[in-house]
């Protein structure tokens, strides 16, 4: 099988979000739960896991009386993991929750799955809160997620500072995201060997000023394996890289992100496949960009 041993299988099915917005910790001790580790279980799968996690992020960040757009992030991918474990009512809450600190906050129905956005939409009506976007206030910027990725699936991008600093009439975005190579083979007798995998998007800098990517964290899941259907839903994380890591002022580029997955394949196993779909984040001059594979990638397993 292709795996990435230090990670765990997910243990629910995923549901489309990336909500792969890295925020900075608030004051808490070292050891408190922070915003970054809870999205980074949801990226994961681990909803079970974030729903705590997230829990105790929602309730200090509300003592502290932190910004209001840092907590409507921590309630927005709370109520994420509820939707992702059945849990409606405790979802649509932490969406009205999300909304009462951010009524611009939306979804777009082109970016994620239809079971994310139609709990966020109930708990909008019930809550009483306008669909459209509120017109700014002040330096007030609303926390607008879009993203890019194929129907049901999700990607967030959250702008920094709003795009009014430097900007040249747009935002930078990254969106397109493609596997390079759409079929790599794991060799016969294989163990922990490992492929390479390259995942391609555009990149848009209509701004003027240079959009560096600072770092890349790519997340590969398999999405089908029938030779070995509880394979469905593991996670593979790996270092990975960029090219071109910046974009110069009014450029566009095609950007090439690479990673690793381990294979292993037995001699006399059984021929067999799996199909993954790929998560980017990238960390940018320009705030955090999310982008999930219009398409999969197969991985023969001969």
Same mark, same amino acid.
């Given at each position: 099988?292709?795996? =990435? &041993?230090? $990670?765990?299988?997910?243990?629910?099915?995923?549901?489309?979000?990336?909500?792969?917005?890295? %925020?900075?910790?608030?004051?808490?001790?070292?050891?408190?739960?922070?915003?970054?580790?809870?999205?980074?279980?949801? *990226?994961?799968? #681990?909803?079970?896991?974030?729903?705590?996690?997230?829990?105790?992020?929602?309730?200090?960040?509300?003592?502290?009386?932190?910004?209001?757009?840092?907590?409507?992030?921590?309630?927005?991918?709370?109520? /994420?993991?509820?939707?992702?474990? =059945?849990?409606? =009512?405790?979802?649509?809450?932490?969406?009205?929750?999300? $909304?009462?600190?951010?009524?611009?906050?939306?979804?777009?129905?082109?970016?994620?799955?239809?079971?994310?956005?139609?709990?966020?939409? *109930?708990?909008?009506? *019930?809550? !009483?809160?306008?669909?459209?976007?509120?017109?700014?206030?002040?330096?007030?910027?609303?926390?607008?997620?879009?993203?890019?990725?194929?129907?049901? %699936?999700?990607?967030? %991008?959250?702008?920094?500072?709003?795009?009014?600093?430097?900007? !040249?009439?747009?935002?930078?975005?990254?969106? !397109?995201?493609?596997?390079?190579?759409?079929?790599?083979?794991?060799? #016969?007798?294989?163990?922990?060997?490992? @492929?390479?995998?390259?995942?391609?998007? +555009?990149? &848009? +800098?209509?701004?003027?000023?240079?959009?560096?990517?600072? &770092?890349?964290?790519?997340?590969? /899941? /398999?999405?089908?394996?029938?030779?070995?259907?509880?394979?469905?839903?593991?996670?593979?994380?790996?270092?990975?890289?960029?090219?071109?890591?910046? $974009?110069?002022?009014? %450029?566009?580029?095609? @950007?090439?992100?690479?990673?690793? @997955?381990?294979?292993?394949?037995? *001699?006399?196993?059984?021929?067999?496949?799996?199909?993954?779909?790929?998560?980017?984040?990238? =960390?940018?001059?320009?705030?955090?960009?999310?982008?999930?594979?219009?398409?999969?990638?197969?991985?023969?397993?001969?």
């Amino acid at each position: 099988m292709v795996r =990435d &041993s230090p $990670l765990r299988p997910a243990s629910r099915a995923l549901v489309a979000v990336l909500a792969v917005v890295l %925020a900075a910790p608030g004051a808490a001790g070292a050891d408190a739960p922070t915003l970054a580790q809870g999205v980074r279980q949801v *990226e994961e799968g #681990d909803y079970e896991g974030a729903v705590p996690t997230l829990e105790a992020v929602r309730q200090r960040l509300e003592a502290e009386g932190a910004p209001a757009r840092e907590q409507a992030r921590a309630c927005l991918y709370l109520g /994420i993991a509820h939707v992702a474990l =059945d849990q409606r =009512d405790a979802a649509k809450a932490r969406f009205r929750e999300a $909304l009462a600190h951010d009524d611009g906050l939306r979804l777009t129905p082109d970016r994620f799955s239809p079971k994310v956005i139609a709990v966020f939409e *109930e708990a909008r009506s *019930e809550g !009483g809160v306008q669909a459209e976007e509120k017109k700014k206030r002040g330096s007030k910027t609303p926390l607008v997620l879009i993203g890019v990725g194929a129907a049901g %699936a999700a990607g967030v %991008a959250l702008a920094a500072g709003g795009g009014s600093d430097g900007s !040249g009439g747009g935002t930078p975005s990254f969106a !397109g995201a493609f596997f390079a190579t759409p079929v790599l083979v794991c060799p #016969d007798g294989a163990r922990d060997v490992p @492929l390479v995998v390259g995942i391609r998007l +555009n990149g &848009s +800098n209509p701004t003027n000023q240079s959009v560096a990517v600072r &770092s890349v964290t790519a997340v590969l /899941i /398999i999405v089908d394996s029938p030779g070995v259907p509880s394979e469905v839903g593991f996670p593979s994380t790996a270092a990975a890289s960029v090219t071109p890591s910046s $974009l110069a002022p009014g %450029a566009q580029a095609s @950007l090439l992100v690479e990673t690793t @997955l381990l294979c292993g394949n037995g *001699e006399g196993d059984p021929s067999r496949y799996n199909e993954w779909t790929g998560r980017l984040t990238l =960390d940018t001059s320009a705030g955090v960009f999310a982008a999930e594979t219009a398409d999969r990638l197969r991985v023969n397993i001969p």
